[in-house]
């Protein structure tokens, strides 16, 4: 996050879509983490891949949009359970973000929510 709030102008973009991304993969992996999900792994894969190899905005859509399917198939598969949800709402929040205010707000929303998920209930069933 310092990177982007010190970035030049030309680089703010960016920047700003790489913290996008890494938000992005973090309430990913917190799905993934609530239960054996091989969509949530196969997107964070690709979220993966672009925030290793994009060096512009443009490289993360294009990796990204080659990858469309796969997040339509976590929206239809994933909504299993309440927890899920409000990670997939914070998910789908992010991609959306288009200002560091709104990221900064739905990292602290995500925080608040990491606070209260319970990974053992699938292990009890």
């Known amino acids: 996050y310092d990177v982007l709030q010190s970035a030049s102008p030309a680089q703010l973009?960016?920047?700003?879509?790489?913290v996008r991304l890494g938000l992005a993969m973090s309430l990913l992996k917190l799905v993934s983490e609530l239960g054996d999900h091989d969509e949530s792994r196969q997107v964070l894969d690709v979220l993966h891949r672009a925030?290793?190899?994009?060096?512009s905005p443009e490289d993360i859509d294009r990796i990204i949009g080659r990858e469309a399917r796969l997040f339509?198939?976590?929206y239809e598969n994933l909504y299993v359970n309440e927890e899920g949800e409000e990670l997939l709402n914070l998910f789908s929040r992010t991609l959306d973000a288009d200002a560091p205010e709104l990221l900064e707000e739905i990292a602290q929303e995500g925080v608040t929510?990491?606070?209260?998920?319970?990974?053992s209930s699938d292990e009890e069933d």
Not at 113 to 119: C, G, H, I, V, Y
């Open 13 to 18: 973009p960016f920047r700003f879509e790489q």
């Open 72 to 74: 339509d198939r976590l």
């Open 51 to 55: 925030l290793s190899e994009a060096r």
């Open 113 to 119: 929510l990491a606070r209260t998920l319970d990974f």
